[in-house]
């Protein structure tokens, strides 16, 4: 069945930067569409950034011009490397995917956009 792993988490200090990794297994398709979403103490699942099946990407406003998304479709492993971090920015993140071929959208990721969730690593900024 479909997994996905992240890692890379940890405590940085504000304008330090991370690279969060999400290893990814038992697709069943080609296409696939890969996410990063935040969820802060108290607040509802945020989404940061989407690869597309043909490599477009997109981000929420809050992330655009900090954070950049990538993947590496030969290993199945998606990488979020995160910029400029400030206390906002602490969370659970966590890689997501959907399965199969999406059209790509020019807006942040909604969590309903995605079928198969990672269990997260935590990202604590401080000032």
């Known amino acids: 069945q479909v997994r996905l792993v992240e890692s890379g988490g940890g405590s940085v200090q504000s304008g330090g930067s991370l690279r969060l990794s999400c290893a990814a297994s038992?697709?069943?398709?080609?296409?696939?569409?890969m996410g990063w979403f935040r969820q802060a103490p108290g607040k509802e699942r945020e989404g940061l950034a989407a690869?597309?099946?043909?490599?477009?990407?997109t981000y929420s406003a809050s992330v655009k011009g900090r954070f950049t998304i990538s993947r590496d479709t030969a290993t199945n492993m998606v990488y979020l490397q995160m910029n400029s971090l400030n206390p906002d920015d602490t969370g659970m993140y966590y890689c997501a995917t959907r399965q199969g071929y999406m059209s790509p959208w020019h807006r942040a990721p909604r969590i309903n956009d995605f079928d198969y969730w990672g269990q997260g690593t935590q990202v604590t900024v401080s000032s």
């Open positions: 690869i597309f099946a043909e490599g477009t990407t």
């Open positions: 038992g697709f069943t398709y080609s296409a696939y569409t």
